[in-house]
Structure formats: structure tokens, C-alpha cells
């Protein structure tokens, strides 16, 4: 009789260990799910950032050139005065 219920304890504990590393395996699937959308985010941030920093370069070139037009157009006038 004491065997019957040890045997039959020792199948529910089993029954639960089961279904914990069901949970366990689930879990782990979703957190790697989750890593992959968090990498494919910071894939297309950086291309956004790249593009960013290239609009940035273009807008930086042209005020340079403003300057130097301006500049080359004052240092001339200055000379004849």
C-alpha cells in the first residue's frame, strides 16, 4: 500500500517536473523571440542613424561653402577699400 502511494507520488512529481520544463522551454523560447525583435530594432536604427549623420555631412558642406563664398566675396571688397 505504502508503495502504491510512493509510486504514484513519485508519477505526479514527474507529471510536474514535465510540465515546468514545458513552461521553462516556452519561456525561453519567447525570450529569444523578444532578442531578435530587439536586434532587428537597433539594425534599422543604426541604418536611420547612417543616413542621419549623411544629411547631416551634406548640410555641413553647404554652410561651409556659404561661408567660403561670403568670405571670398568680402576679401576683395576690403582689398579696394
Known sequence: MIKLISNNSEAVMRKKLKKNEKKKIKILR?????????????????????????????VAEKKAKKIAKKNAEQSPASINN
Do not use: F, P, V
Open 30 to 58: 519567447s525570450i529569444d523571440k523578444l532578442k531578435n525583435k530587439i536586434t532587428a530594432k537597433e539594425k534599422k536604427l543604426s541604418s536611420l542613424n547612417i543616413k542621419i549623420a549623411g544629411l547631416e555631412k551634406k
